[in-house]
């Protein structure tokens, strides 16, 4: 129990940082802002897709026919 929920904290805490570098490098390139907006939703869809999926919430068949691989 101990070693799957300081595996989860430590996927979260470095999803986390993943999507805060990502933002702010999609803030550093010189984009309008919507374009700019709909890179971070982008950005935000796949951090929880991948964090469902790591959990275990969101199962393989689905996340390919999501991805459509």
């Given amino acids: 129990m ?5 595996s989860l904290l430590v996927l979260i805490l470095v999803g ?3 999507v805060w570098l990502l ?7 010189p984009m309008p802002a919507p374009f700019n907006q709909i890179a971070k939703a982008v950005v935000i869809l796949i951090a929880i897709l991948v ?5 275990g919430l969101l199962g393989s068949r689905v996340l390919s026919a ?4």
């Fill in 2 to 6: 101990v070693p799957s929920l300081v």
């Fill in 16 to 18: 986390g940082l993943v």
């Fill in 23 to 29: 933002f702010y490098l999609i803030d550093m390139l």
């Fill in 51 to 55: 964090l469902l999926e790591r959990t």
């Fill in 66 to 69: 999501v991805i459509g691989s």
